[in-house]
């Protein structure tokens, strides 16, 4: 009640709510490239997971306590959004990535709920029970901003941001900053005390943004993430054209190219040929073979 009651709490809740709205639609441009190429590609469905069973169990908690209707409505939405995005992923990953990703959701969302929820419920009475809970939640509220550690790693190691949003890690920041100003002033320390801890990987993850943002950009040509991988987006070694022309006697006359072979001059293998393409000379006297290389930069 205090929370519906208290100005500032009010406004804090009624801010926490839509960046938290926002938290969860930042990874809509990761499901539309997911979506677009058919694939999941290096992303993981673990933070998802975790994000959808903390929502399960601050609602949980909200109704416990009661009278915590602002924790209810994002909460409520996050279940929602959450559960898109493990269909979108189940539906476009590999078969490996699919069976874990099951085991994980039948673990965690289903057996580990359903014991909590038991557990506390028929063990636990009044304030007892709102304090067990509001500690579980604590811990799984900081298990959701420690979710992105496993991509942070990914950074370090591939020195690229390619599988870790700037905005996801943004919006972060700024959440945990509100909710726990909304935590402290409705006075509960289950709401606020996850907050710290998120606001302090949320700022980790965008200063290793900045560190590696431009580390696989070459110069001059900033990467694409929704272009990146393509054939036609990759710098390609030097493409060698070599007409090879059959030829007979001496006489003088205009020479057609009777095969056309492109050649990767790095890997030193043939490459798709063009086909036949005619290509007059001029009238030079050449008898017998002629193997003419030309040598242009590749697009």
């Not at 909590?116 to 063990?123: A, Y």
């Not at 991988?229 to 054209?241: F, M, N, W, Y």
């Not at 001059?265 to 009238?283: N, S, T």
Request: some cysteine.
């Amino acid at each position: 009640m205090a929370g519906l009651h208290h100005p500032w709490a009010f406004a804090f809740g009624i801010l926490g709510n839509v960046i938290s709205f926002m938290v969860y639609l930042a990874p809509v441009p990761t499901f539309y490239r997911i979506c677009k190429r058919k694939s999941t590609e290096g992303f993981q469905a673990v933070p998802y997971v975790i994000a959808l069973f903390s929502a399960m169990l601050m609602i949980y908690y909200a109704l416990v306590k009661t009278n915590s209707t602002l924790l209810l409505t994002i909460n409520g939405i996050g279940c929602f959004i959450e559960t898109v995005y493990i269909v979108l992923f189940l539906f476009f990953a590999p078969k490996k990535a699919k069976i874990s990703t099951l085991k994980l959701l039948l673990l965690l969302n289903v057996v580990a709920y359903s014991i909590i929820v038991s557990l506390t419920f028929f063990l636990l009475k009044g304030s007892n029970r709102v304090r067990v809970i509001g500690w579980i939640n604590v811990g799984f509220s900081v298990s959701v901003f420690a979710a992105p550690l496993s991509i942070m790693r990914l950074v370090i190691r591939t020195k690229s941001v390619e599988f870790m949003p700037f905005g996801l890690s943004f919006f972060l920041t700024v959440s945990a900053v509100v909710w726990f100003g909304y935590g402290l002033l409705i006075r509960d320390l289950y709401v606020a005390a996850p907050n710290v801890l998120g606001f302090l990987f949320g700022v980790a993850q965008m200063v290793l943004y900045l560190i590696y943002r431009k580390a696989n950009q070459p110069s001059g040509h900033p990467r694409d993430p929704e272009k990146a991988g393509t054939a036609h987006d990759r710098k390609h070694p030097e493409l060698a054209i070599r007409i090879i022309i059959a030829t007979s006697g001496s006489e003088v006359h205009p020479i057609e190219a009777t095969e056309v072979v492109l050649q990767d001059v790095e890997a030193g293998q043939p490459a798709k040929a063009l086909g036949e393409a005619p290509a007059v000379l001029g009238d030079e006297k050449i008898v017998g073979a002629a193997d003419i290389e030309l040598r242009l930069p590749r697009p």
